[in-house]
């Protein structure tokens, strides 16, 4: 009875929803799991015949998973899963339910969704996933989640008692690697890496590097490569811990941001050249787990490379929009290991492009925004280019910039459409880069959109 209950007061709510146009992806879920507490489990148990993918980690799970959907799309295999971005449990329920009949049951032979890290232990256990892909643990929002080690701790628990899931680990975050470790037979790992030491050129000001200990003995690492924060090849000192050897390796990156890698795939000899259609040396990472799924779905590897050669960006992670004559360029930005990778792979290249910050504090954002005097803001200081800073805490990334020594003109205007519009007139039908937290993203995507229509085409002129 609850489960019913549940599944029709989840899809009134949708309907609502629809009818008002707000965008509450996530409330028939909120709804469903408060009168049933076990529905997602429920509806774990009776869908799904080939199993369920799971996609966590600080940075990157979004972009990843919508690299797992286009391979499932091209093999032809039917799934469910959270496009919209809610990655709590609600989120998860709410997406298999606006696919399910009245009985909770879709037609779909996956679930395939991307989950927030404090909810990976509830939503693992109700679904006991057939894969789990765990991208890095960066600090984030320490507000929510509490130290790393906390996470992992939990996480390690939480694998414990999964009884025959493949996870999909990067070798290149010590923390993240040492989760395949110490682990019960029913339980498999394959590691995802770089081993390309020239893929990355460090940062001067990077001092994110946040999990740099052993976690087992607490004992300092030994890097003999750093690509970023804390990412690279690692050992301790008696080499009892050190970086395992990725199932799925790349081993030659051909130039940066060429998009061009050589991968090779568990022992074999064989060396697959890819061509992947993301901009940033860091999107390497959020491609290799499509090998894994390749593996474990018995996928056909051509229409893994054929699927990585096509791809699209998710929203506002690398993603171009026009606007006018001109364009944005959207980086989600929201800890500082984040905004370096978007400084290292593309500010420092374009020295006089406008850059639009657009810097919120709202719950999705993480109220407390000290987390940008980390970011390496003075390894571009010396462009010549403006800056626009907007959002609600506009003039804490003022200041920032203001300490960092930028050299360029720094416009202030916390209203966010005029930022935009602002930004946009010193294109000069050029580009402007956009920097944006989380809700600011939402807020700049829903604004262009909106100025994009016919009625409004003056707005660019």
Same mark, same amino acid.
């Given at each position: 009875?609850?489960?019913?209950?549940?599944?029709?007061?989840?899809?009134?709510?949708?309907?609502?929803?629809?009818?008002?146009? %707000?965008?509450?992806?996530?409330?028939?879920?909120?709804?469903?799991?408060?009168?049933?507490?076990?529905?997602?489990?429920?509806?774990?148990?009776?869908?799904?015949?080939?199993?369920?993918?799971?996609?966590?980690?600080?940075?990157?799970?979004?972009?990843?998973?919508?690299?797992?959907? *286009?391979?499932?799309?091209?093999?032809?295999?039917?799934?469910?899963? %959270?496009?919209?971005? =809610? %990655?709590? =449990?609600?989120?998860?329920?709410?997406? +298999?339910?606006?696919?399910?009949?009245? #009985?909770?049951?879709?037609?779909? *032979?996956?679930?395939?969704?991307?989950?927030?890290?404090?909810?990976?232990? /509830?939503?693992?256990?109700?679904?006991?996933?057939?894969?789990?892909?765990?991208?890095?643990?960066? #600090? *984030?929002?320490?507000? @929510?989640?509490?130290?790393?080690?906390? !996470?992992?701790?939990?996480?390690?628990?939480?694998?414990?008692?999964?009884?025959?899931?493949?996870?999909?680990?990067?070798? *290149?975050?010590?923390?993240?690697?040492?989760?395949?470790?110490?682990?019960? $037979?029913?339980?498999?790992?394959?590691?995802?890496?770089?081993?390309?030491?020239?893929?990355?050129?460090?940062?001067?000001?990077?001092?994110?590097?946040? =999990?740099?200990?052993?976690?087992?003995?607490?004992?300092?690492?030994?890097?003999? /490569?750093?690509?970023?924060?804390?990412?690279?090849?690692?050992?301790?000192?008696?080499?009892?811990?050190? #970086?395992?050897?990725?199932?799925?390796?790349?081993?030659?990156?051909? $130039?940066?941001?060429?998009?061009?890698?050589?991968?090779?795939?568990?022992?074999?000899?064989?060396?697959?050249?890819?061509? !992947? $259609?993301?901009?940033?040396?860091?999107? +390497?990472?959020?491609?290799?787990?499509?090998?894994?799924?390749? /593996?474990?779905?018995?996928?056909?590897?051509?229409?893994?490379?054929?699927?990585?050669?096509?791809?699209?960006?998710?929203?506002? #992670?690398?993603?171009?929009?026009?606007?006018?004559?001109?364009?944005?360029?959207?980086?989600?930005?929201?800890?500082?290991?984040?905004?370096?990778?978007?400084?290292?792979?593309?500010?420092?290249?374009?020295?006089?492009?406008?850059?639009?910050?657009?810097? %919120?504090?709202?719950?999705?954002?993480?109220?407390?925004?000290?987390?940008?005097?980390?970011?390496?803001?003075?390894?571009?200081?010396?462009?010549?280019?403006?800056?626009?800073?907007?959002?609600? @805490?506009?003039?804490?990334?003022?200041?920032?910039?203001?300490?960092?020594?930028?050299?360029?003109?720094?416009?202030?205007?916390?209203?966010?459409?005029?930022? !935009?519009?602002?930004?946009?007139?010193?294109?000069?039908?050029?580009?402007?880069?956009?920097?944006?937290?989380?809700?600011?993203?939402?807020?700049? @995507?829903?604004?262009?959109? /909106?100025?994009?229509?016919?009625?409004?085409?003056?707005?660019?002129?």
């Amino acid at each position: 009875m609850k489960k019913t209950a549940a599944i029709i007061a989840a899809k009134l709510v949708k309907t609502a929803s629809q009818v008002k146009h %707000n965008g509450a992806t996530a409330a028939p879920g909120y709804v469903a799991e408060q009168i049933d507490p076990n529905l997602l489990k429920k509806l774990g148990k009776i869908n799904f015949k080939n199993g369920v993918v799971l996609v966590t980690g600080t940075n990157g799970k979004t972009t990843t998973t919508k690299v797992l959907a *286009d391979v499932l799309e091209n093999a032809g295999i039917t799934y469910v899963n %959270n496009h919209a971005g =809610s %990655n709590l =449990s609600r989120g998860v329920i709410s997406s +298999i339910l606006t696919k399910a009949d009245m #009985r909770g049951l879709t037609q779909a *032979d996956v679930g395939l969704f991307e989950v927030d890290e404090a909810y990976v232990p /509830q939503v693992a256990e109700a679904l006991q996933p057939k894969m789990i892909v765990v991208m890095n643990l960066f #600090r *984030d929002q320490l507000d @929510r989640y509490g130290e790393l080690d906390s !996470i992992a701790n939990k996480f390690r628990l939480t694998f414990q008692n999964l009884h025959s899931t493949t996870l999909v680990l990067n070798a *290149d975050d010590p923390l993240v690697a040492s989760l395949g470790m110490k682990l019960n $037979n029913r339980i498999k790992v394959l590691y995802f890496g770089i081993s390309d030491k020239n893929a990355f050129t460090e940062l001067k000001h990077d001092h994110t590097a946040d =999990s740099i200990l052993d976690p087992f003995t607490g004992e300092s690492l030994i890097y003999t /490569q750093k690509y970023f924060g804390h990412i690279g090849v690692y050992a301790d000192k008696s080499g009892k811990f050190s #970086r395992p050897k990725p199932q799925i390796d790349v081993i030659t990156v051909t $130039n940066p941001n060429s998009k061009s890698i050589n991968i090779k795939v568990k022992n074999t000899t064989e060396v697959i050249s890819q061509y !992947i $259609n993301l901009a940033g040396n860091y999107n +390497i990472y959020n491609v290799l787990p499509a090998f894994a799924l390749a /593996q474990l779905f018995q996928i056909e590897e051509s229409i893994v490379t054929k699927t990585l050669a096509n791809l699209s960006a998710a929203f506002g #992670r690398t993603e171009v929009m026009q606007v006018g004559k001109s364009k944005i360029s959207l980086y989600l930005v929201k800890n500082p290991t984040g905004f370096n990778q978007v400084i290292q792979s593309f500010i420092q290249k374009n020295d006089s492009a406008p850059l639009l910050f657009a810097i %919120n504090d709202k719950i999705a954002d993480g109220r407390d925004v000290s987390w940008l005097w980390d970011c390496a803001i003075e390894d571009f200081a010396q462009r010549s280019g403006p800056v626009v800073v907007s959002g609600s @805490r506009a003039l804490d990334m003022q200041l920032r910039l203001i300490y960092a020594g930028y050299k360029g003109k720094i416009l202030c205007e916390p209203d966010l459409a005029k930022a !935009i519009a602002k930004a946009h007139s010193l294109a000069k039908k050029g580009v402007v880069i956009a920097l944006p937290t989380y809700t600011a993203m939402l807020g700049l @995507r829903a604004i262009i959109n /909106q100025t994009n229509s016919e009625d409004n085409k003056e707005f660019w002129q």
